[in-house]
Nanobody, 125 residues
Framework: RVRPVESGGGLAQAGGSLRLSCVASGYAVNRNCMGWFRQAPGKERGGVAAIDSARLTWYADSIGGRFTISRENAENMVDLQMNGPKPDDTAMYYC???????????????????WGQGTQVTVSS
């Protein structure tokens, strides 16, 4: 079974930048929707960004144009460039692989996805 593996988390200054990467090994080529979720202590896991194999993108309203998701289909990789992070962005970030090529509704629910182990992002003020 495919399991994504995240990297790139850590400590960032508010207003700085951070890049998260995810590799989903086990597929020859992955055409399914992929994306990022996050979960802060005491809160539910919520969608951040999603991208399909045609590189169409979706973002949570809270992101406000600060993050950019990208993917390389042949490498089964999906990245999240975080520019101008805020302390409220502090959370465990999870790479998610969907079960469909379509991203419609992908960010609305954590159900029916394969998850990585997560990478911690901490933004200091």
């Amino acid at each position: 079974r495919v399991r994504p593996v995240e990297s790139g988390g850590g400590l960032a200054q508010a207003g700085g930048s951070l890049r998260l990467s995810c590799v989903a090994s086990g597929y020859a080529v992955n055409r399914n929707c992929m994306g990022w979720f996050r979960q802060a202590p005491g809160k539910e896991r919520g969608g951040v960004a999603a991208i399909d194999s045609a590189r169409l993108t979706w973002y949570a309203d809270s992101i406000g144009g600060r993050f950019t998701i990208s993917r390389e289909n042949a490498e089964n990789m999906v990245d999240l460039q975080m520019n101008g992070p805020k302390p409220d962005d502090t959370a465990m970030y999870y790479c998610a692989m969907g079960t469909s090529t379509h991203c419609g509704g992908f960010l609305l629910s954590p159900r029916d996805k394969d998850w990585g182990q997560g990478t911690q992002v901490t933004v200091s003020s």
